[in-house]
């Protein structure tokens, strides 16, 4: 008699709108698999054979929570996938979490540096950990892209301005991609062959990202971000940077899918995944991206600041 099939176990964020939501369908889809989805409020609607537990990653607490959750429900079983693809944007740097940070940062940065060091130890071999980032990370792409990385500053900011907001976010996902670099570096991930990965999803207008945004800069970004216009205006300048061509959530749900599942892999030596017109690509990050000492002082900065070892 054949023994049963196990059960594959993957815990996301991000899950409930736009590009998780077109990507966790795509995962729960597949045969003998079990999704743990993290995610604020009740009532969300998902997939069959997912589960949501509650999730507020501007709290510490609350990721401490659902993480021990997620191991009280795992119980002897292991994780196959984590995906953390939860993010948010403001038009300011005038948002603080629970724990006094600021919140993009807190959000899209330290509330997933803690789950994913509270779940490493609860993660299978061959196992892989996706992190969603962003080309805006890269100030060859993006003119308010870091130049530098001042984790202090990032956590509380001084300075506001009109392009706070922007900064803020395209730091945090910077500190994604680090985060995901220091990650593949660890002894406990290689001697598992835990698969690292950074996805950046490209320029998708159709998402909520941006639903923070109000007044006249939220209009304008309204009318710039969907339908004919949007499309129009970044189909023409993707002419001169392909990284300005709009993709939609459901492509770019697709490819998270498809990282995530192990449908596509990146070459050896690299972690960084970029959707491009609709194909994954490979490039290098950004020189900020591939700093050792950035890097290793992000982690530190970071351990220290959500209360755990080095």
Not at 32 to 60: C, H
Not at 139 to 166: E, K, R, V, Y
Not at 220 to 233: E, H, K, Q, Y
């Amino acid at each position: 008699m054949n023994e049963p099939t196990p059960e594959r176990i993957v815990v996301m964020t991000g899950a409930t709108s736009g590009i998780g939501e077109h990507a966790v369908r795509r995962i729960a889809a597949q045969p003998d698999t079990q999704v743990i989805i993290g995610a604020r409020g009740s009532g969300r609607i998902v997939p069959e054979g997912s589960t949501v537990i509650q999730l507020d990653l501007a709290s510490l607490e609350s990721v401490r929570s659902f993480s021990d959750a997620v191991k009280q429900r795992l119980a002897d079983d292991r994780i196959d996938m984590l995906v953390l693809n939860a993010g948010i944007q403001y038009p300011n740097a005038d948002q603080r979490s629970d724990d006094g940070f600021e919140k993009t940062f807190a959000v899209n940065h330290l509330g997933h540096y803690l789950l994913a060091r509270e779940l490493l130890p609860s993660m299978a071999e061959e196992s892989r950990l996706v992190i969603t980032t962003s080309d805006t990370h890269d100030p060859t792409n993006f003119p308010f892209a870091p130049t530098g990385l001042d984790t202090q500053a990032l956590a509380h900011p001084s300075n506001g301005g009109l392009d706070a907001g922007i900064r803020a976010y395209s730091a945090s996902k910077l500190c994604n991609l680090l985060t995901a670099q220091a990650f593949a570096e660890l002894d406990e991930v290689n001697a598992r062959d835990i698969q690292i990965i950074a996805y950046n999803p490209g320029l998708t207008p159709d998402t909520s990202l941006m639903r923070n945004v109000s007044g006249l800069s939220g209009v304008i970004i309204g009318l710039m971000t969907s339908g004919f216009l949007g499309r129009m205006v970044f189909g023409f300048l993707s002419r001169f940077n392909e990284n300005l061509y709009p993709e939609t959530s459901e492509r770019a749900g697709v490819a998270l899918a498809q990282l995530a599942l192990g449908a596509v892999t990146p070459p050896s030596g690299s972690i960084y995944a970029s959707l491009v017109k609709g194909k994954i690509t490979f490039p290098d990050p950004s020189e900020l991206a591939r700093s050792d000492e950035a890097r290793d002082r992000l982690w530190r900065d970071s351990a220290e600041m959500v209360g755990v070892m080095e």
